[in-house]
């Protein structure tokens, strides 16, 4: 094994950590976040809704159970959630140079060299986090062997574009179409959807589904602020109009808030775990639940017949709206949430039913 070049963690409020290479060595900058679960790192290394970030994973030992098999089943990768790793660059504790796991084929370092993506080991991720928590989300860059480069904002540009899919493409054949608008879908979207007999007709998050034939609208999770989205949010707000089952998800549930009438806001830190508690405001049942998103919907500023649908116990911001009347509603967390917890799973049940009852 090769030496590990020397690398650095420097945030934009000038504190810096140090560690070792372990990805591919060239530095990259991009916006510091931090992820406190303690497994499922291919599928969140391979969540678009990362894109220009850094990840910290703050638990303290990764690569033990290396990277799985590049296996497909439905045209779809079958243990990742998207066909390529979209992070920037990785930051973690201890890196385990062995891996053991049944389904394992090559180590994490390998993975990320191949895909050209920086990593980063021996950082105390602990303080880090601690300050992460104190000032919020950051930029950041990781320098590897002094190779310095200049700061990246990932927020200011369209990042759905970027890794939303070019051309409609389907999935299944079953009788209940769903017109899925990709704006960084998560593949165990599709996987959840097609568990209920239904046909999934993925398109790219501007296109033009108003004369289109389906019997629900499934709206996406994906990177960025959701704002910068017109076309999805235009489009959208025409669906709205309609009477047909509407379901968003993280991204999703930030375009349907904006198309009502409401505004959304950046997170200090935002909720990137496997373990937030919400709390369903019909049932008063509480739900532990996957997150991965920087921005949230306003509540207070919800307009119409939309109500707040889901609220996280943490920090008592929306996790959800739907509608009084209409079958419209999402989900800022992840009911689709893989590897976990699958508390939630049963909405898409829920979105079924919509569609059942509506046809």
């Known amino acids: ?66 990277v799985p098999k590049m296996e ?12 390529k790793i ?18 394992a084929e090559q180590s ?13 080991f021996g950082v105390d991720t602990r303080a880090l986090t601690k300050v992460l928590r104190e000032y919020g989300c950051m930029l950041g860059k990781i320098v590897i062997d002094d190779q310095d480069i200049e700061w990246y904002d990932p927020n200011v540009e369209n990042l759905v574009d970027t890794v939303s899919i070019k051309e409609k493409t389907s999935y299944g054949n079953g009788k209940h179409k769903v017109m899925l608008v990709d704006c960084g879908v998560k593949f165990n979207i599709v996987r959840s959807l097609l568990n209920y007999d239904t046909t999934v007709i993925r398109v790219p998050w501007n296109y033009d589904y108003s004369k289109d034939e389906y019997d629900g609208l499934f709206i996406s999770n994906g990177p960025g602020d959701p704002t910068i989205c017109k076309p999805a949010i235009q489009q959208l707000g025409i669906a709205m109009g309609k009477n047909q089952p509407i379901f968003g998800i993280c991204l999703g549930s930030q375009l349907l808030g904006i198309a009502s009438g409401a505004e959304t806001y950046k997170l200090k830190y935002g909720h990137r775990s496997h373990n937030q508690p919400v709390i369903q405001h019909e049932t ?9 998103h920087g921005f949230a919907v306003d ?10 649908y889901f609220t996280n116990l943490n920090d008592q911001t929306c996790e959800g709206i739907r509608h009084k009347s209409k079958p419209i ?13 699958t508390d939630t799973a049963f909405l898409f049940e829920q979105f079924i039913d919509m569609i059942k009852n509506t046809k």
Not at 72 to 79: C, D, P, V
Request: proline residues 6%.
């Open 1 to 66: 094994m090769a030496k590990a070049l020397n690398a650095r963690l420097i945030l934009e409020n000038g504190k810096e950590f140090s560690g070792k290479s372990f990805g591919f060595p060239h530095s990259v900058a991009g916006e510091v976040v931090f992820n406190t679960a303690m497994t499922g790192y291919p599928e969140s290394l391979t969540d678009p809704s990362y894109k220009g970030q850094i990840l910290v994973s703050t638990f303290p030992l990764i690569g033990n159970y290396g």
């Open 72 to 83: 497909t089943k439905n045209g779809l990768l079958q243990y990742f959630e998207s066909d």
């Open 86 to 103: 979209h992070i920037s660059g990785l930051v973690i504790s201890d890196y385990s140079f062995e891996y053991s796991h049944w389904n």
């Open 108 to 120: 994490l370092g390998k993975w990320l060299t191949d895909n050209r993506v920086p990593a980063i």
């Open 284 to 292: 008063n049942r509480c739900f532990v639940t996957s997150q991965n």
């Open 299 to 308: 509540h207070q500023k919800l307009k119409g017949d939309y109500i707040p």
């Open 329 to 341: 509603f999402a989900t800022q967390f992840h009911p689709e949430a893989s590897g976990g917890p």
